[in-house]
């Protein structure tokens, strides 16, 4: 079925997007995967051409424009590039809604420019070592001293962890008051105590910087608070969720076509008992049932995007969008590679890397279980 998602602006953007990476990611990325990190230039460069900060308002260097489907287009063409150690899908998807929406005047004036020029890279951690899907469990703890908050913990699996610029911290502020007891702060690069651990080794995603952070006594400035008051920051979570597994399940859906696409291509050349491996009736039938999966799934996942521009996601619609499409992606992949036999195994083919980088998205944002969770509650049992 035709995909008419995008407009005429849409599409260019999309070209501009795809000469950039051609021309500073694809030919750089393999290096980046055996040094763990992206360099930072490369997010300054992006940041010139207008790929961060669409929401941000033009007076702070942004476009001005909520429409999801530029964060779509971004989020597509990294993943067919295979370029997984990219965070921008994090610094405009995960990001933006907490430095636009909850950010005073004077905040706005000191971070969203550098955010949209690319020269402040930005982080949330939620995940700690005893703490990852239930955010109610976080020990991380950040109490008030006169116009300062005293930040002390220690945060995990922190995507874009070692270039963050800004880091926004979920922390109790009030320990005894439960979710009312939650605050998100925004902790800066340089401030005395805050320490980053380990560039963390994964099975994927290698060249994405993903780290432990540390906070020892860092004091913080009570103007660095997100929200006017305390004890709003897990409701401010909770509202931004969907937005986040949204752009999981684009990843998802992208990676998904990708993969299939590229294997069709191998089918057809592939040679086994003289004749190609695509003309076997098994072969055939695996593919038509990853590509009417994957399509119908591209096609829920556009319908959410347009609710999102509505301002009409809800939870639930999104846990729907990212456990399937994630589920699906690593479905799609695994059967790809079967197709490939032991070449699949090799990782001079793409769908090896593939493989290894769509094991995590089941995971972060929300594990499958915890979204089955949240769907299941509203049929309120």
């Not at 990190?37 to 207008?50: D, F, S």
């Not at 990676?255 to 089918?267: D, M, Q, R």
């Not at 049932?289 to 096609?299: D, F, P, S, V």
């Not at 695994?334 to 094991?359: F, I, N, T």
Request: a negative charge.
């Amino acid at each position: 079925m035709r995909r008419d998602l995008f407009d005429e602006e849409h599409l260019l953007f999309r070209e501009t997007v795809r000469e950039f990476m051609a021309r500073e990611v694809v030919p750089h990325h393999a290096q980046w995967e055996k040094d763990g990190i992206v360099p930072r230039e490369v997010w300054k460069k992006a940041g010139e051409l207008g790929m961060f900060g669409f929401s941000v308002p033009e007076e702070y260097g942004g476009a001005g424009v909520t429409d999801f489907r530029y964060n779509a287009v971004i989020v597509e063409e990294i993943i067919r590039n295979g370029a997984s150690g990219l965070g921008f899908s994090l610094h405009n998807d995960v990001m933006a809604p907490y430095l636009v929406d909850l950010t005073n005047d004077e905040q706005k004036q000191r971070w969203l420019p550098g955010f949209a020029s690319g020269e402040l890279i930005s982080a949330i951690a939620m995940s700690e070592p005893g703490a990852g899907s239930d955010l109610q469990g976080i020990r991380t703890t950040a109490l008030r001293e006169g116009d300062h908050y005293l930040v002390n913990g220690q945060k995990t699996f922190i995507t874009n962890g070692i270039n963050a610029d800004l880091v926004v911290v979920v922390a109790k502020t009030d320990p005894d008051a439960g979710a009312r007891g939650t605050t998100l702060i925004v902790v800066e690069r340089g401030m005395e105590g805050f320490e980053r651990g380990r560039n963390l080794e994964k099975i994927g995603m290698k060249a994405q910087d993903t780290a432990e952070l540390f906070f020892e006594n860092v004091r913080v400035p009570v103007a660095n608070r997100l929200g006017p008051r305390d004890g709003e920051g897990f409701f401010q979570l909770m509202n931004n969720l969907p937005q986040e597994r949204l752009s999981i399940a684009v990843a998802a859906v992208a990676a998904a076509e990708a993969v299939l696409e590229e294997t069709i291509e191998y089918c057809k050349t592939r040679q086994a008992f003289g004749r190609n491996i695509g003309s076997f009736q098994n072969t055939r039938f695996v593919l038509a049932e990853l590509a009417t999966e994957t399509e119908i799934a591209r096609h829920y996942v556009d319908k959410c995007i347009l609710a999102l521009n509505a301002g009409q996601l809800d939870a639930v619609d999104a846990a729907k969008a990212k456990w399937w499409t994630t589920e699906l992606q690593t479905k799609v992949i695994d059967r790809c590679l079967q197709l490939h036999g032991g070449y699949g195994y090799m990782m001079e083919y793409p769908v090896a890397k593939a493989w290894l980088d769509s094991r995590v998205q089941t995971i972060y944002g929300g594990t499958t279980e915890i979204m089955k969770e949240i769907i299941g509650r509203s049929f309120g049992f």
